[in-house]
């Protein structure tokens, strides 16, 4: 026997290969009755090497990414309730990205990219749990724009800093409470035949293709009803106060529009993740757009979270400002260790509106 060109580590892939067959996999016959088998993107070697590379670029931007904006709002560099909003956002989507892409990674070189129900089952309830508390929380944000230049003068009182805990923490309970009944509902469903998952990971509507319940249709109207309660809800709230904003800068003139340069970067993230989200779930699926589901899916799960600390680091000079200040405070305490000489980055005076929220 002549020896193999590939690399040592394309040997699990070269028998997972012999061994199962696109067809045998539909059969479902080499799971167990607890565990799926995710069947993902491509198997070849290079192609799992790119995917690799591509998936491990995502989630390092994701993470650092969102957490430069958690410590600046840590650090009191910003502070506002749309910037308390914003750091809970940043956390929200360290997490949310964390439930799906360190699988993705480890079944990168996989040669079973197999999941059990018990961990199924938990990511997607965590998934929803995130997702849904992004959606609320954007509909906080949007709230918040609405009162700040619809209601200038009553914004002090009416976004006080009680608010904003309760509407976080609302925010996180309708996602939680709303993910473990869609979670309880999809556990009960009985799975028999394939236990394949044509996907990227477990996933509420690609679960239920598989699930031989005669009650499948109702269970999925039922959990679909459950989230787009949530996904709908928050969008619809977002909406209005977005109309009334625009309706407000409309009847204001060219003085409200500075106000609403600071909307852009909170509209373009409502305006992927919502956009992204409606075409993954309301498209219809078929056989034939499976690859698209799954570019689709990294979209807002993957992709989306690592775009929304730069959208809002390049359209608000106020985070970039921050992240100067925070830059040259840096500086100057490593330059006076040794002197012992206390020296302010900025001015004091530059920072008398910081504190007043």
């Not at 002549?2 to 070269?14: A, I, N």
């Not at 959606?135 to 914004?155: E, G, K, N, Q, T």
């Not at 709908?232 to 709230?237: D, E, I, K, V």
Request: charged share 10%; proline share 5%; net charge positive.
């Amino acid at each position: 026997m002549g020896e193999s060109t590939h690399p040592p580590s394309t040997c699990p892939y070269l028998l997972l290969s012999l061994q199962m067959s696109p067809e045998s996999l539909q059969q479902g016959n080499l799971s167990s009755p607890t565990t799926f088998l995710l069947l993902g993107f491509s198997t070849a070697y290079g192609a799992q090497v790119t995917l690799c590379l591509f998936f491990s670029f995502i989630y390092l931007v994701t993470v650092l990414g969102n957490l430069l904006i958690v410590t600046l709002v840590w650090l009191d560099h910003l502070q506002s309730p749309m910037y308390f909003f914003l750091g809970h956002l940043s956390f929200l989507d360290i997490c949310y990205s964390s439930v799906t892409l360190p699988k993705i990674l480890g079944d990168s070189f996989s040669p079973q990219k197999t999941i059990s129900f018990v961990g199924c089952i938990t990511q997607i309830y965590f998934f929803l749990c995130f997702g849904g508390s992004e959606c609320v929380l954007l509909a906080a944000m949007a709230y918040d724009r609405y009162l700040s230049i619809c209601h200038p003068f009553r914004y002090p009182v009416l976004m006080s800093r009680r608010m904003c805990h309760c509407l976080v923490a609302i925010s996180w309970l309708s996602g939680s409470l709303s993910s473990l009944i869609q979670a309880f509902l999809t556990a009960r469903l009985p799975f028999c035949g394939s236990k394949v998952i044509d996907h990227l990971f477990c996933e509420m509507p690609f679960l239920l293709q598989v699930s031989c319940s005669p009650n499948a249709p109702l269970n999925k109207a039922t959990l679909y009803a459950l989230a787009g309660t949530i996904a709908m809800g928050s969008f619809l709230l977002t909406l209005v106060s977005y109309a009334h904003i625009i309706r407000a800068v409309l009847q204001k003139g060219m003085g409200m529009q500075k106000a609403f340069a600071t909307c852009t970067s909170h509209l373009t993230v409502v305006s992927l993740f919502f956009g992204a989200g409606a075409v993954a779930y309301l498209v219809p699926h078929s056989s034939g757009s499976k690859e698209r589901d799954k570019v689709l899916a990294l979209l807002y799960a993957a992709v989306t979270p690592m775009l929304n600390p730069i959208i809002y680091s390049l359209r608000n000079s106020e985070v970039k400002g921050a992240i100067r200040k925070a830059l040259c405070r840096g500086r100057l305490q490593m330059s006076t260790t040794g002197s012992g000489i206390a020296t302010e980055c900025p001015p004091r005076s530059l920072r008398q509106g910081w504190s007043s929220w």
